[in-house]
């Protein structure tokens, strides 16, 4: 299983990134894809998630402003991510769990100046 996050970069406060995650070695359209995100210095959290039906969940402090998508003919998961704030800069995470087996991508770097 590989998952290959990009699009992040740096934005300022209010912008908007989009970040794409490409599976490989899934059946991508049976399982439930997720995006986390970590800190320096703090647990990675979980950001949101989408099942293989299409039902998203989110972390309450994204709510209304991350969208999470994701597209079965091309194998991917995206993360639309507007009016961003400080606080949201991390690196981010897509993650699968195959057989009860979490697979994690490298991580994709997101910097919001104020």
């Known amino acids: 299983v590989q998952l290959q996050a990009s699009g992040g970069g740096l934005v300022q406060a209010g912008g908007s990134l989009r970040l794409s995650c490409v599976a490989s070695?899934?059946?991508?359209?049976?399982?439930?894809m997720g995006w986390y995100r970590q800190a320096p210095g703090k647990q990675r959290e979980l950001v949101a998630i989408?099942?293989?039906?299409?039902?998203?969940n989110y972390a309450d402090s994204v709510k209304g402003r991350f969208t999470i998508s994701r597209d079965n003919v091309k194998n991917t998961v995206y993360l639309q991510m507007s009016s961003l704030k400080p606080e949201d800069a991390a690196v981010y995470y897509c993650?699968?769990?195959?057989?009860?087996?979490?697979?994690w991508g490298k991580g994709t770097q997101v910097t919001v100046s104020s």
């Open positions: 993650n699968t769990r195959v057989r009860a087996m979490d697979y």
């Open positions: 070695g899934i059946i991508f359209s049976i399982n439930a």
């Open positions: 989408i099942t293989s039906g299409g039902s998203t």
